[in-house]
């Protein structure tokens, strides 16, 4: 991997205003992946990633548990903080170990093959294919429900349109990363007008007068008894309303100067989302009551028939248009996990291999494609990511924890950021706190969560640790990653020390055109 580190060093001096022309020895050259996301396309990764459904449909997970208003908004705030500390941590690691794949590429560098592996199993199995259809089943919902409004939409439907959203954006990831930052950027500007419009109206009632739930005599009247497994429920809601504030660390190596714009998008971005997440739920605690929000299963489309009117309409569009972006902002930092697992071994290594001509990892896409197509057709989606939703927030534990170990084992290697170590302490107690209170409460959920995470072990190590393989084994594994990368007209990036696999790819390069666009394109590339 040192060679490819090497390769992306000069290709960044030749182009260092990251350019769509990564690439480019005179003498015969090869491909990488372009550094096309410049600092708009990281915040709506980020701010796209992390805001959903769930702020439109059912922000009530924090106000049931927390027991009134004023406590809810407490801890919308405080965990907007903790998510900010851990976020601050992350950037120190993605510019330390400057890879993409995220938590699993710092896992693994830090503690090991076998822990960066099960990272990647649990993500690769369950994790990234159950939320993406879940995602894709709510946008086909909400875009289907004006059809039938006196009933549900068929469940046939429902997975046919999610199946077609997921397809459709797909293909526009394996067309150009120039299109899916693009659409990402779109879609969440969006979904912020969206809620730019709740808030407006929140602040519209406000100047009202109403502003009932809002006054500190009824804001901390508890509707039910004060109970501190409620309040770590709550805070654990808050957490995971707050996911995907680590997706950028995944497509580190597609930054446009990643040193200054990852942290910059992660100063943007989290401060934005906290907000929008306090003042949506104020806006709402204006038009609705505890009990009304509590009992709204679409609390944003309850909150546009109370206030909209005849304008009611745009609050499931934006459902549907968010939910969109949500699903080509999965799809395109998933694949860039199993891009990077690949690249280190723990996956086919075709899944590591790019497309000669647009620099787009195919293979990955595809297969992240149909892994979340497979799970719409499987019924128990919500239960899976009832399991496994504990074992995903224990590695970001376990990755800031890394941070620290790193510090110790490693204390003078390059950090371009450096945080003060308070920050990752912080993390990890309010982290610990809510492990240890989820082990507690659903002691069942989270063991089957990992045992689904530990029947990696056995994977590793014979996938991945068993080096002398039976002969026809790989020459069956060889035979199926040609057929593969001539189909998808892939090759693997430049840097690699497998021989034959450079081999191969000079192949693949005399039949097509190298990713080399004419140098007066270069000025085009996302400043």
């Not at 903080?81 to 590429?105: F, H, M, N, Q, R």
């Not at 934005?272 to 609390?299: D, G, K, R, W």
């Not at 430049?494 to 005399?510: A, S």
């Amino acid at each position: 991997m040192e060679k490819g580190a090497r390769h992306r060093s000069n290709t960044e001096k030749n182009h260092p205003g990251g350019s769509s022309s990564q690439e480019a020895d005179s003498g015969g050259g090869g491909v990488a992946l372009k550094k096309e996301i410049g600092l708009v396309s990281a915040c709506g990764i980020i701010v796209g990633n992390i805001i959903g459904s769930g702020i439109f449909v059912s922000p009530k997970g924090v106000l049931e548990n927390a027991g009134s208003v004023g406590v809810a908004l407490i801890i919308w705030i405080v965990t907007g903080l903790i998510t900010a500390v851990g976020a601050l941590c992350y950037a120190e690691l993605g510019v330390t170990i400057p890879k993409s794949g995220g938590d699993y590429s710092y896992v693994k560098d830090i503690f090991g093959g076998l822990a960066g592996f099960l990272r990647l199993w649990i993500a690769v199995l369950v994790i990234y294919p159950t939320n993406q259809a879940v995602i894709a089943l709510t946008f086909s919902n909400y875009v289907l429900q004006p059809l039938f409004p006196t009933c549900f939409p068929p469940e046939s439907g429902l997975r046919l349109l999610a199946a077609l959203c997921l397809l459709l954006l797909t293909w526009v990831n394996c067309f150009s990363v120039r299109w899916a930052t693009r659409v990402q950027d779109i879609f969440t500007a969006g979904k912020l007008l969206a809620l730019a419009l709740i808030i407006i109206m929140g602040i519209v009632q406000i100047c009202k007068g109403q502003y009932f739930w809002l006054e500190p005599k009824n804001a901390f009247d508890n509707f039910q008894e004060p109970d501190i497994g409620l309040i770590a429920l709550a805070f654990l809601q808050g957490s995971f309303a707050y996911g995907g504030w680590n997706f950028l660390n995944y497509v580190t190596e597609e930054l446009v100067d990643p040193y200054k714009n990852l942290p910059r998008a992660i100063f943007i971005s989290i401060p934005l989302v906290t907000f929008v997440y306090v003042f949506a739920n104020v806006a709402y605690v204006t038009a609705m009551s505890p009990q009304e929000l509590l009992a709204s299963n679409a609390v944003a489309v309850t909150f546009g028939e109370k206030l909209l009117g005849v304008m009611a309409w745009i609050m499931p569009i934006s459902v549907a248009l968010s939910t969109f972006g949500g699903v080509n902002g999965s799809l395109f930092t998933s694949s860039r996990l199993f891009f990077a697992g690949a690249r280190e071994g723990h996956l086919p290594s075709v899944l590591a291999m790019i497309h000669v001509k647009r620099c787009t990892p195919i293979p990955a896409l595809l297969f992240t494609c149909i892994s979340t197509l497979l799970m719409l057709v499987t019924s128990d989606i919500y239960t899976l990511i009832n399991y496994v939703g504990f074992i995903n927030y224990l590695f970001y534990g376990v990755t800031v924890a890394g941070q620290i170990v790193l510090r110790w084992k490693k204390p003078d290697i390059n950090r371009p950021i450096k945080v003060n170590l308070l920050f990752p302490i912080i993390y990890l107690l309010f982290w610990a706190f809510l492990l240890v209170f989820s082990l507690w409460s659903e002691p069942v959920v989270c063991g089957i969560g990992l045992a689904i995470m530990l029947t990696g072990v056995p994977v590793y190590f014979l996938g991945v640790s068993w080096q002398h393989k039976p002969r026809c084994f790989n020459k069956f594994i060889e035979l199926l990653t040609l057929v593969s990368q001539k189909m998808c007209v892939v090759v693997y990036p430049k840097g690699d020390k497998d021989l034959k696999m450079e081999e191969r790819n000079q192949d693949m390069e005399q039949q097509q055109p190298i990713c080399q666009p004419p140098a007066s394109k270069d000025k085009d590339a996302e400043p």
